[in-house]
């Protein structure tokens, strides 16, 4: 499967924005998709999965209750909405996908095998 994030751009706190991530290749049912991001000078970091059929969310502490994470199985995309942006959100996502994973493993990057290539999120303060 081929990704393509998109959707990163300059908002302030306090505002949203949505992440897009379109699959190609595959259908994104068949793929749990995670969403990663990586600030500067900080190791790539777990942002929020969701399993194979869009039932199962997980979310990282930091942006529990803030971000949400689906999928659009019809239109092979997954998506990243992200509201009440702080500053430290600022950072590249990247969202990345694997047919095969074990719930433990969805929040460690290097178990993904396929990836997206970035998208950046800059929150001003």
């Known amino acids: 499967v081929q990704l393509q994030a998109s959707g990163g751009g300059l908002v302030q706190a306090g505002g949203s924005l949505r992440l897009s991530c379109a699959a190609s290749?595959?259908?994104?049912?068949?793929?749990?998709m995670g969403w990663f991001r990586q600030a500067p000078g900080k190791e790539r970091e777990f942002v929020a999965a969701?399993?194979?059929?869009?039932?199962?969310?997980y979310y990282a502490d930091s942006v529990k209750g803030r971000f949400t994470t689906s999928k659009d199985n019809a239109k092979n995309m997954g998506y990243l909405q992200m509201n009440s942006l702080k500053p430290e959100d600022t950072a590249v996502y990247y969202c990345?996908?694997?047919?095969?994973?074990?719930?433990?493993?969805?929040?460690?990057?290097?178990?993904?095998?396929?990836w997206g290539q970035g998208t950046l999120v800059t929150v001003s303060s």
């Open positions: 990345a996908a694997d047919r095969f994973l074990i719930q433990s493993s969805y929040a460690t990057s290097s178990a993904y095998d396929y």
């Open positions: 969701i399993a194979r059929r869009g039932g199962n969310t």
């Open positions: 290749g595959r259908a994104v049912s068949d793929y749990i």
